[in-house]
Nanobody
Framework: QVQLVESGGGLVQAGGSLRLSCTASASARGINTNAWYRQAPGKQRERVAIIGSSGSTDYLDSVKGRFTISRDSAKNMLYLQMNSLKPEDTAVYYC?????????WGQGTQVTVSS
């Protein structure tokens, strides 16, 4: 059973930074794709950033230049560095991985940005 655990969320003032981490269980082998999603109250879940097996990345337009996704495959870790945070970045952030034809989600970590 693959388990994903996010950490690093919290309360930060606008303009501040946070680094989210996602730890995948040892059973998470052969990860094809890693991504971060977020869901704000009353809104649909949206993909914030994705990194493919080749290392290619893509970002939601509103976070480009501010967020950076990275991973350490040897440690089964995924990261999201978030800089210049804005109140509209407030959401629950979820770690997401694809292994073969299955996908897995973490439980989410709350990020709150105060103005």
């Amino acid at each position: 059973q693959v388990q994903l655990v996010e950490s690093g969320g919290g309360l930060v003032q606008a303009g501040g930074s946070l680094r989210l981490s996602c730890t995948a269980s040892a059973s998470a082998r052969g990860i094809n794709t890693n991504a971060w999603y977020r869901q704000a109250p009353g809104k649909q879940r949206e993909r914030v950033a994705i990194i493919g097996s080749s290392g290619s990345t893509d970002y939601l337009d509103s976070v480009k230049g501010r967020f950076t996704i990275s991973r350490d495959s040897a440690k089964n870790m995924l990261y999201l560095q978030m800089n210049s945070l804005k109140p509209e970045d407030t959401a629950v952030y979820y770690c997401y991985v694809v292994i073969g034809y299955k996908d897995y989600w973490g439980q989410g970590t709350q990020v709150t940005v105060s103005s």
